[in-house]
T-cell receptor, first 111, second 113 residues
Framework: AQSVTQLDSHVSVSEGTPVLLRCNYS??????LFWYVQHPNKGLQLLLK??????LVKGINGFEAEFKKSETSFHLTKPSAHMSDAAEYFC?????????FGTGTKLQVIP | EAQVTQNPRYLITVTGKKLTVTCSQN?????MSWYRQDPGLGLRQIYY???????DKGDVPEGYKVSRKEKRNFPLILESPSPNQTSLYFC????????????FGSGTRLTVV
C-alpha cells in the first residue's frame, strides 16, 4: 500500500520569508511525486513533478522540491513567500491505477 | 488549449433525483478519474478508468456510477443522491507520458438537500 503524509495542516509565514511544506511518502515502487496548489474556489494546478531525472525539481512560481529517498521525503520550498502564494498545497503520490493525495497544507502569508 | 472540462460548476439538487456530472478532456489521455474533496479528508478517489470501457472502483465508490464509452468523456452518475454526497468533485485525466501527473477540471460543487 502507498501513502502520503503532509506533516503540517497549516503553515503561516511572513511575506518575504522562506516557505517549507513537508511531505513524506511510502511506496513499494519507485515513486512519481507531485505538488499541486489549490487557490480558494479554484481547481488544482500542478506546481512540479519528480521524474527521477534529478532529485531537485523546479516548478512554477519559484517553488522547488527535493526528493530524498533515504528520508522518503519530498518537501516543497520557496525562498521568499508572496501574498499570492496563500493557498492549499497537496503532495501527491502517483502511479499506475492508484493515485494518493495528502490531506493538504494551508499556507497563510502574513503581510 | 489542453484542458479538462466539467459541467456544471455548481449544482443544488434534492435527495433521490438522479444527476450526471460531465467530464471531457481534449488531450487524448487514456486515464481519467473522479475525486471528491471534503474538509479534513483531502481528495478521495471515487472511480477511475484506464481506457475506453475499462473502469474500476477507487476508495469511495458507493453511491456513484461511471461510464467510459469514448476516450474523451467520463461522466459521473449519481442514481439516487443523498446529503452525504454533498461535496466538491474533481475530474482529472493523465497518461503515462505525463508520469501520471494529472490535469484537473475546475470542479463541481454539489449540494444535495
Amino acid at each position: 500500500a502507498q501513502s502520503v503524509t503532509q506533516l503540517d495542516s497549516h503553515v503561516s509565514v511572513s511575506e518575504g520569508t522562506p516557505v517549507l511544506l513537508r511531505c513524506n511518502y511510502s511506496s513499494s515502487y519507485s515513486p512519481s511525486l507531485f505538488w499541486y496548489v489549490q487557490h480558494p474556489n479554484k481547481g488544482l494546478q500542478l506546481l512540479l513533478k519528480y521524474t527521477s531525472a534529478a532529485t531537485l525539481v523546479k516548478g512554477i512560481n519559484g517553488f522547488e522540491a527535493e526528493f530524498k529517498k533515504s528520508e522518503t521525503s519530498f518537501h516543497l520550498t520557496k525562498p521568499s513567500a508572496h501574498m499570492s502564494d496563500a493557498a492549499e498545497y497537496f503532495c501527491v503520490l502517483g502511479g499506475y491505477q492508484k493515485v494518493t493525495f495528502g490531506t493538504g497544507t494551508k499556507l497563510q502569508v502574513i503581510p | 488549449e489542453a484542458q479538462v472540462t466539467q459541467n456544471p460548476r455548481y449544482l443544488i439538487t434534492v435527495t433521490g433525483k438522479k444527476l450526471t456530472v460531465t467530464c471531457s478532456q481534449n488531450m487524448n489521455h487514456e486515464y481519467m478519474s473522479w475525486y471528491r474533496q471534503d474538509p479534513g479528508l483531502g481528495l478521495r478517489q471515487i472511480y477511475y478508468s484506464m481506457n475506453v470501457e475499462v473502469t474500476d472502483k477507487g476508495d469511495v465508490p458507493e453511491g456513484y456510477k461511471v461510464s467510459r464509452k469514448e476516450k474523451r468523456n467520463f461522466p459521473l452518475i449519481l442514481e439516487s443522491p443523498s446529503p452525504n454526497q454533498t461535496s466538491l468533485y474533481f475530474c482529472a485525466s493523465s497518461s503515462p507520458g505525463q508520469l501520471w501527473g494529472y490535469t484537473f477540471g475546475s470542479g463541481t460543487r454539489l449540494t444535495v438537500v
